[in-house]
């Protein structure tokens, strides 16, 4: 490799240098690379393009400890102050939404007081300050967007519409005015994480529809940590050298219950979309005009959360009937994520949350709490529930119990790779390596954008110290 290499790209609009390397290779230099292109890596961008939220003082936060500690450094960005003693006044602040205290900042100062329901306006001021950009490259699978490109258009997000702003350009700037209604359906919201990347300028820095295959780690000659990122994007393989590696790429495989014959048995789905196709194919699920039900077996749905909900709903609409299983009881449920949402807001899981906890019944529907599938024999459950051991026929079994990580281009995954600092997002058992979004514990976008405030932040420092060696 060239030496001084790393200092071309600090030319702004370079985002990668060609070089090749010591084995004759073409080989792409940057400072960051960027796996995942989601709300994550697309927040990421715009901060490592050198998008800097400042405290407005025009604008001052309700809360008068954080309006007196902000105020007094309201001409230095978020990205280059110390925020360590926020740390405290965070924790104070999180009901315990997000395990990360800058997360729970940003988003109390784009929407101070959200959770009382008041709607203030944001407390945060936007500069491009061009010449401090980062060269870096946000790689993705897909279009902009990540998962959000996958979800159903059928489908109202469960965050109000304010919530999944991306930093320096809102929804409602988007979309040019006051958004009228408080869920925006995920076919607009996919419109909007689309247009962003043009908005914010950040488009060069996107490579789409490449995947990642390997991430290496090394050092290179003059002793400095390093990282090699391969993989084929639809146009052949490439392969970028970098000083930075952030994982921003999300909760991809849905999880399974992990018993023997699960993954085999056709009828036993993952995720509401596989649900909808198996009924959309199946001749058995088409309603009898007489009775106006189906005659199949019931699907069963296994979870609590919310796509469980969903498949609950779709089963209902299409007067399927349903056997709806989970692991907590009646009692509990008023205290999940489901169980919480506001009956304005969320009329329709509120009504599945009724069914659960038996307040409404429903012919079609029947809930078995305190349960576990123990066992699975082609379209039997075995079923252990207070009452003891009991079998369940379906027609389809549909397991809604969360996602997890994809994280197999990695050559170890050690499970506290993922447990990151909370303030710089940096992986303790393997420095240069960053976590962000779900990975990292920030589930929703209203908190992950603050994460990713975070990791550039500690990116942007270490860069800029690395080049005054
Ligand atoms: C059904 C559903 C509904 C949801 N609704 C909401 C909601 O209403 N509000 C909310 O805030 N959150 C919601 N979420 C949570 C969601 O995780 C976040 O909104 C957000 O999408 C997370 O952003 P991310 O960028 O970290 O990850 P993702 O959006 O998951 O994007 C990560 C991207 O990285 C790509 N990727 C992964 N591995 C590689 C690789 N090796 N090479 C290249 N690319 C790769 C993936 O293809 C993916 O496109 C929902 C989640 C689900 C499953």
Redesign the pocket.
């Known amino acids: 490799m060239e030496s001084g290499a790393f200092e071309v790209l600090r030319n702004p609009d370079a985002v990668y240098q060609s070089c090749i390397d010591e084995d004759g290779s073409p080989i792409l230099l940057t400072d960051v690379v960027v796996?995942?292109?989601?709300?994550?890596?697309?927040a990421l961008s715009a901060f490592l393009a050198g998008w800097k939220p400042f405290y407005n003082k025009k604008s001052a936060h309700p809360s008068r400890v954080l309006h007196q500690k902000l105020l007094g450094h309201a001409e230095t960005s978020l990205v280059d102050q110390e925020l360590s003693c926020l740390e405290e006044y965070c924790a104070a602040e999180d009901g315990g939404r997000s395990a990360h205290p800058l997360s729970v900042l940003y988003d109390s100062l784009v929407r101070p007081d959200a959770d009382l329901g008041h709607e203030h306006a944001s407390s945060l001021r936007w500069e491009h300050k061009t010449e401090q950009r980062v060269p870096h490259v946000v790689?993705?699978?897909?279009p902009p967007?990540?998962?959000?490109?996958d979800?159903?258009d059928d489908?109202m997000?469960?965050?109000l519409s304010t919530?999944?702003d991306l930093p320096g350009f809102g929804i409602s700037q988007w979309l040019g005015g006051q958004i009228l209604c408080a869920r925006l359906p995920c076919l607009v919201i996919r419109k909007y994480f689309k247009a962003y990347p043009k908005h914010m300028g950040i488009r060069k820095n996107l490579l789409s529809y490449?995947?990642?295959?390997n991430v290496q780690k090394f050092i290179d000659t003059d002793g400095r940590h390093m990282w090699d990122v391969r993989?084929n994007h639809v146009n052949g393989p490439f392969h970028f050298r970098c000083k930075k590696v952030v994982l921003?790429?999300?909760?991809?495989s849905p999880r399974m219950l992990n018993l023997p014959g699960e993954a085999q048995n056709e009828r036993v789905l993952h995720d509401?979309q596989p649900l909808k196709q198996a009924i959309f194919n199946d001749i058995a699920c088409t309603v009898d005009v007489m009775s106006g039900v189906c005659s199949m077996k019931p699907v069963l749905v296994v979870g609590d959360g919310?796509?469980a909900a969903d498949s609950v709903l779709h089963c209902l609409a299409n007067n399927i009937p349903v056997i709806h299983l989970f692991r907590r009881s009646q009692k509990e449920i008023k205290s999940t994520l489901l169980g919480r949402l506001s009956n304005s807001i969320y009329p329709e899981y509120q009504s599945v949350v009724r069914l659960m906890v038996g307040r409404e019944v429903d012919a079609l529907y029947q809930p078995m709490p305190q349960s576990s599938v123990v066992a699975i024999d082609d379209a039997v459950a075995e079923v252990k529930s207070p009452s003891g051991e009991t079998t369940v026929e379906f027609r389809y079994m549909v397991v809604c119990i969360g996602?997890r990580p994809?994280l197999h281009?990695l050559p170890s995954v050690s499970a506290d790779l993922t447990a990151v600092h909370p303030l710089t997002y940096e992986s303790p058992s393997a420095p240069g390596l960053y976590c962000?979004?779900?990975?990292a514990g920030d589930?929703?976008?209203?908190f992950?954008v603050g994460g990713c405030l975070g990791a550039a932040r500690h990116i942007i420092a270490s860069c800029a110290s690395d080049d005054q060696i």
């Open positions: 796996i995942g292109n989601g709300p994550s890596g697309l790689i993705g699978a897909g967007g990540g998962s959000w490109n979800y159903d489908i997000p469960l965050s919530w999944l490449a995947t990642v295959t993989g921003a790429t999300g909760l991809k509401l919310i796509t996602r994809d281009f962000v979004g779900p990975l589930n929703f976008v209203r992950l």
